[in-house]
């Protein structure tokens, strides 16, 4: 299955963990770490693997846990608490380098162990951005990170805190300062160059859908597949805007088809357009996450 949307669900919250079921998103993120206060922290570790126990079919949705970061002491308990219900992966806030993802998967290899579950099934998704150590280490994902990690989103609002900034983003236009503009890019680049799935940032506006749209299509525009997302309302737009449509689906077929009819031929004119490899490279990613969602929603 490949995830479009990722809810965030707050691990502590019966009404909300009971709305997740049954929405529209490709994953649930029960949540242990920033929508808990410290006080409910053992009853939500209770509670997300009570979930998970009672949702072992996930074919129409797969079930993360986020737990606290490495640097804390609640990260291990979190751990140790949800590994009975098999989550199909560990959401890893707060990353100082690659070396936190691969301690994250050894400390999976000893609790798959301890619950009889196949070493290795549980994936990572890191949150690549949120202190300010992070900017200067994102190679460290080049140099050797463990195959659980299938995807890597950033953050621009624990990177705000990390970086002593007042604020994130340029009054004047709204847009994200360039710090995190970086944020992004490395995220992006880094999350390409090692195969694993780039996916958007929160879009903190739940109520304007339409905003969270335009920001969609600018991610996908700009390479990243999915985006997060805090309210229910939010996950039928963002599987929206990450499915291809008739007429792009229509289109890279024809890309393809032109270039099976010619071949040898590395560069070929279609509709008055020149195209070459990079045009067929993307019409082929395209037909390839088409078939990724079938598969997922058969
Ligand atoms: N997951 C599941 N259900 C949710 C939900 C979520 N993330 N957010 C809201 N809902 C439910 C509400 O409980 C409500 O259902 P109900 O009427 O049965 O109680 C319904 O959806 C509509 O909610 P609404 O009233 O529009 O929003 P709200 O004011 O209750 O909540 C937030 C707003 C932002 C507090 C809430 O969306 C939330 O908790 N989001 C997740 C935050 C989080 O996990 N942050 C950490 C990652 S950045
Ligand atoms: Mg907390």
Redesign the pocket.
């Known amino acids: 299955m490949i995830v479009r949307s990722w ?4 691990g502590d ?1 019966e ?3 009971s ?2 079921e049954g ?1 529209a998103a490709d994953a649930l993120i029960l ?1 242990l ?3 808990v206060s410290d006080d409910r922290q053992d009853i939500a570790r209770d509670m997300v693997r009570d979930y998970l126990q009672a949702r072992p079919d996930r074919s129409q949705q797969q079930l993360w846990v986020r737990v606290n970061p490495l640097d804390t002491d609640l990260s291990l308990p979190d751990l140790a608490a949800v590994m009975p219900g098999a989550p199909d992966g560990i959401v890893l806030p707060k990353v100082y380098s690659a070396a936190d993802v691969n301690t994250m998967g050894n400390y999976l290899s000893a609790l798959e162990a301890r619950e009889g579950l196949d070493i290795g099934a549980t994936k990572i998704h890191c949150v690549a951005t949120e202190t300010a150590a992070s900017l200067l280490t994102f190679h460290t994902y080049l140099d050797g990170v463990t195959d659980r990690l299938v995807a890597m989103t950033w953050g621009g ?1 624990d990177l705000a805190a990390a970086l002593g900034a007042s604020d994130n983003r340029n009054p004047a236009t709204g847009d994200y300062d360039d710090p995190y503009l970086m944020a992004k890019s490395l995220c992006l680049s880094t999350a390409r160059a090692i195969d694993v799935q780039p996916v958007g940032v ?1 879009f903190v506006d ?1 109520r304007n859908l339409d905003g969270l749209r335009a920001e969609c299509l600018r991610d996908r525009r700009a390479g990243f597949f999915g985006k ?6 939010q996950s039928e737009v963002i599987n929206e805007a990450f499915t291809p449509s008739e007429d792009e689906v229509a289109h890279a077929q024809k890309v393809i088809d032109v270039f099976e009819q010619n071949p040898g031929l590395g560069t070929v004119g279609l509709d008055g357009k020149m195209l070459d490899m990079p045009h067929l490279k993307q019409a082929r990613n395209m037909m390839a996450i088409v078939e990724q969602i079938k598969a997922g929603n058969s």
């Open positions: 809810l965030f669900v707050p919250s009404r909300k963990l709305k997740g929405n949540d770490e920033d929508s609002e929160v739940f997060i997302a805090i309210h229910p309302a």
